[in-house]
């Protein structure tokens, strides 16, 4: 079965503060995505990376930034905390493809106070 | 630029009642269409997918979904809801054969589903 992990379901954390929010797959995937879930606004996609240290912008990349070093981890980084970043962070992967399916990790729920 | 709206926000079945979910995409060739189900905390867990050919895609746990390209729509279905189908229910639209997206997805803003007994 394919597992995405996130590092933690919970966080809480303070304006300003630098977050990082870890992904890792073990299905050797080559695709990598970084969503934000809100209530009524379904997901959005914040940043993608189609393989090792390649990445893209989605449609909110906005007070974010990525890191893909090891193809098996994608990192998420809030450099400076707002509180309007509270949010659900749902990681996903997929092989490269164009019919391959995105499977998704259990989500982070982050508070920023 | 592809988009996709679920109509109802909230919907409430009894349970052993059909059930209808109703996605409608915005894409301008042959989409690649998914459903997802996200139950309380969980994150999202693929139930069908929909590429090409028959235009009818069986899933898992018994839901199907219809692709439509003269309505643009990719309703979900369940002949019978039972209780532990109470979730989040979200439709997504990718780029169809020829896309260069990355499997990139556009998700509706969900359904949330209550099943009564």
């Known amino acids: 079965d394919v597992k995405v992990t996130q590092s933690s379901r919970y966080l809480v954390k303070r304006t300003g503060e630098k977050v990082f929010l870890e992904c890792v797959q073990d299905?050797?995937?080559?695709?990598m995505f970084w969503y934000r879930q809100d209530p009524g606004l379904g997901l959005r996609l914040i940043y993608f990376s189609y393989d090792v240290k390649m990445k893209e912008k989605g449609d909110i990349p906005e007070g974010y930034s990525v890191s893909r070093e090891k193809k098996e981890r994608f990192s998420l980084i809030l450099e400076s905390a707002s509180t309007n970043q509270t949010s659900m962070y749902l990681c996903?992967?997929?092989?490269?493809?164009?019919?391959?399916?995105?499977?998704f990790g259990p989500g982070t729920r982050l508070l920023v106070l | 630029a592809q988009s996709v709206t679920q109509p109802d926000i909230h919907i409430t079945v009894s349970e052993g009642a059909s059930l209808e979910l109703r996605c409608n995409y915005s894409y301008g060739a042959t989409p690649y269409l998914f459903w997802y189900v996200q139950s309380p905390g969980q994150g999202l867990q693929l139930l069908l997918k929909?590429?090409?050919?028959?235009?009818l895609v069986q899933g898992i746990k018994g839901f199907e979904a219809e692709f439509k390209r003269s309505q643009s729509s990719f309703n979900l279905r369940k002949p019978s809801v039972h209780w532990s189908d109470a979730a989040e229910y979200f439709c997504?639209?990718?780029?169809?054969?020829?896309?260069?997206?990355?499997?990139?997805?556009?998700f509706g803003q969900g359904t949330i589903l209550t099943v009564h007994p």
């Open positions: 929909y590429f090409s050919g028959d235009t």
């Open positions: 299905m050797d995937h080559e695709n």
């Open positions: 997504a639209v990718g780029a169809g054969a020829g896309g260069t997206s990355y499997g990139k997805l556009t």
């Open positions: 996903a992967s997929r092989l490269a493809g164009p019919q391959e399916t995105q499977y």
